[in-house]
Structure formats: C-alpha cells, structure tokens
C-alpha cells in the first residue's frame, strides 16, 4: 500500500530523474527514431515529401558492391587499427607503470593527442604528408623517396590508420596502465624468483590479468574506429578512388553531397545493426 510520504519521496525522485529522461530523449531517442522513420521512406531532395516504402532502401543502397567494400575498408581500418594501437598502448604501459625517472612528464606528453579533436589533428597531418609542401615528403626526399600518401590506396589506408593510432594510443595506454595498477605482485615475484623472462611473465600472467581490461579497451575502440569520418574527410576524402571510404564516409556522401536523405539513413541504420553484437558484448562485460 502507498503511503502519503512513500508517493512524496517517489514524486520528488521523479523530478530529479525527469530532465535526465527529457534529455536522453531530445538528443538521442527522438533523432534515432528519426533515422530509423526515414530509412523506412523516400524522403531526398528530389521527392515531393515523405512516404513510407519499406526496405527499398536498404536493398537499393546497402546490399550493393560499393556498400559491401566500404565495410571491408572499415574492416581493415578495426583490424589493423587495433593491432597497432595494442601494441604500442602495452609497450608505453608497461614502460609507464615501473614509474621511471620523468616518468609524470611522458604521462602528460603522452596524453595530449587525446585532448586534441580529430579534424583539427586530420588537418595537420594531411598538411604534413602534403606532397608539395609538407614535410614529411621533404624528409623522405633527402633520401631519394618521393612518395604520394594520397595517390597510392595502400599508403592512403596507411595513413588514415598511422593519425587514429596516433590519437588513440593514449587512450589504450591509459586504461593498461589502470588495469596493472591492480596486479598482484606476488605472482610477478614468484615468476621472477623462477626465472621467466619479459616476455613469459607477460604471457602467462600479465595479459591473463589483464583479460577485462584489454577486453573494454579494445570494444571501445573497435566501436570508435567503425565510426571514423573527421580524419578520412580531413585527409584522403575517402580517396583515392574508394580506397579509404568508410560506411560513415559513404553515409555523407550519399545524405550531404547527393541529398539522398533516406539512402544515407538506411546506411547508418544498417552499421548500427551490424555493431550490435559488440555493443551487447561491451553492456555484458561492463554490466551496465
């Protein structure tokens, strides 16, 4: 039974809940619902309104050739990307937590790529690798190598995933550091005191504890870089050709350039569908 105070605190744990809802609702419920309403219909500049069609869209923009090699692009973007990332994130980890001489001072070098925003770190990095003028080719010049980042698909692909890395190693560093601030030192002791080199102790008990952790880490990123857009517009333009069109890159060219509203709708609609198993596994895994 409702007591007079029992409906009075949950009235006023209502209001302090309310503008938390109206928000989810404004910027996130209300523009899905939104994209999901248009992908449904023909809604581009063409048309005269909007009116329902069902899947035509999907089966006229998604299951086509281009479509499917936008997300080998981004495939090859998450796969290689992570590598990287890990890797070097584990190496600068590692380095970090024996807390060596200047060590605060890397830390903070380490951690500025992460406060920069990616068109702004896309622009500077294009400008560098500029063929004429930037100055990476004017270094790979004394050595006799004139090279295009931006004319050759495997370079261009190479360099969309050097600038993410470079943005994001600190983020993947930061969390390893977190997580081998909670292993135990006994067992490092003991493998020490039996003999196991680096890369024994980091295989058979480093990475083991680091398992959750690693796990975040990587989902996080993985759902990062399936998104990129700011650094392959800033730089290659999704070029050259489609060599590094994302879905995202194809999304806006088809919504922003061919005011194909509906097709680019149906698009995004299709990734976020194909990224749900990653999101359930994150929620799984964070218990959220």
Not at 77 to 87: K, N, P, S, T
Not at 92 to 99: E, M, W
Not at 111 to 126: A, E
Not at 205 to 215: D, H, T
């Amino acid at each position: 039974m409702f007591t007079r105070n029992g409906l009075k605190e949950k009235a006023a744990s209502l209001g302090f809940v309310a503008p938390i809802w109206v928000f989810m609702l404004t910027v996130g419920l209300i523009p899905i619902g939104f994209a999901v309403w248009i992908s449904f219909s023909n809604l581009s500049i063409y048309s005269d309104g909007s009116q329902f069609v069902g899947v035509d869209n999907y089966l006229r923009a998604v299951f086509t050739p281009r479509f499917g090699g936008t997300l080998a692009v981004t495939l090859v973007f998450v796969v290689v990307g992570l590598a990287i990332q890990f890797v070097f994130g584990y190496l600068l980890a590692t380095a970090l937590h024996r807390q060596l001489k200047g060590f605060r001072i890397a830390r903070t070098l380490l951690l500025v790529p992460m406060l920069l925003t990616p068109v702004v770190v896309g622009l500077i990095w294009g400008f560098m690798f500029n063929p004429d003028l930037g100055i990476i080719n004017a270094v790979l010049g004394t050595f006799g190598l004139q090279l295009n980042f931006f004319a050759d698909p495997i370079l261009a692909q190479g360099l969309v995933i050097l600038i993410d890395a470079w943005m994001h190693i600190p983020f993947v560093m930061l969390m390893l550091v977190a997580g081998m601030a909670s292993v135990s030192d006994e067992p490092l002791e003991a493998a020490a005191l039996d003999g196991a080199n680096w890369w024994q102790t980091t295989r058979y008990i480093v990475l083991p504890a680091l398992a959750p952790v690693i796990m975040v880490t990587m989902i996080v990123r993985c759902i990062d870089i399936v998104r990129i857009f700011d650094i392959v517009f800033t730089t290659t333009r999704g070029g050259p050709g489609t060599s590094t069109e994302t879905v995202s890159m194809l999304s806006y060219v088809t919504t922003f350039q061919f005011y194909e509203f509906s097709d680019g709708a149906a698009m995004s609609i299709a990734l976020a569908a194909l990224m749900f198993p990653v999101y359930f596994l994150y929620i799984r895994l964070t218990r959220i």
